[in-house]
């Protein structure tokens, strides 16, 4: 089972509703487009710049949505993201240097760049060679990363200009205790209620 699915359904418990799965947004696309980000769009291009983004290339790709991890719905109304080891390379670093001071995340920033500068070799070389291969929009080594960095941007930015609340992000290293099985049952859910209670408070204000 993969390692999000069991924390996204714990997740569930401690806030009491369904999640829903594969939920899409008509402006959580996988282009960055100026009807989108609105007053953001030149930064988020400035940002995709700094990646060494290929324009041709993104041109070239079929439209497509960026499904969440999970969605939760009324009273909520906010993306979940459970990110993984993968998540917390060089190029993310580098995104969160880009981040709108006045768009709201539901999780810390700087604890993030910590966790990027802490495990970014780890994460480069985790998993198959799928993670690290070049893609049309980043058209180099790592170019995958580089791929999903920017695309964890869209899932940030775009859900406040389109009327959610913001987007809460739980990092694998912050779950360890649950993932390892040192804890369980309730006192992993209780764990989890202690991890959501701040996140859940930003939100909802």
């Known amino acids: 089972m993969r390692l999000e699915i069991g924390i996204i359904r714990l997740v569930e418990e401690v806030i009491g509703i369904p ?9 959580l696309r996988n282009k960055p ?28 790709k079929a439209d497509g949505y960026l499904t969440p991890d999970a969605y939760f719905p009324e009273p909520y109304h906010f993306i979940f993201e459970f990110d993984e080891l993968q998540h917390f390379t060089e190029f993310r670093e580098r995104t969160l240097q880009f981040y709108p001071s006045n768009i709201e995340v539901g999780y810390s920033a700087e604890v993030y760049r910590q966790f990027c500068q802490q495990y ?5 070389a985790k998993g198959p060679d799928r993670f690290r291969r070049r893609t049309a ?3 180099y080594t790592n170019g995958r990363a580089a ?11 775009l859900p406040p200009l389109h009327g959610l609340n913001p987007t809460v992000r739980l990092a694998e290293f912050e779950v360890a205790p649950i993932l390892n099985g040192e804890l369980t049952d309730i006192a992993a859910k ?4 202690r991890l959501l209670h701040q996140r859940l408070q930003n939100v909802m204000d």
């Open 120 to 124: 970014h070799t780890a994460a480069l």
């Open 137 to 139: 929009d980043f058209p």
């Open 33 to 60: 487009r100026r009807e989108d980000f609105g007053e953001h769009y030149d930064t988020v291009i400035a940002l995709y710049t700094a990646l060494e983004g290929d324009w041709e290339g993104t041109r070239a």
């Open 19 to 27: 999640a829903e799965r594969r939920a899409q947004f008509d402006w």
């Open 147 to 157: 791929q999903r960095a920017f695309f964890d941007t869209f899932r940030d930015w």
């Open 190 to 193: 209780a764990y989890m209620e």
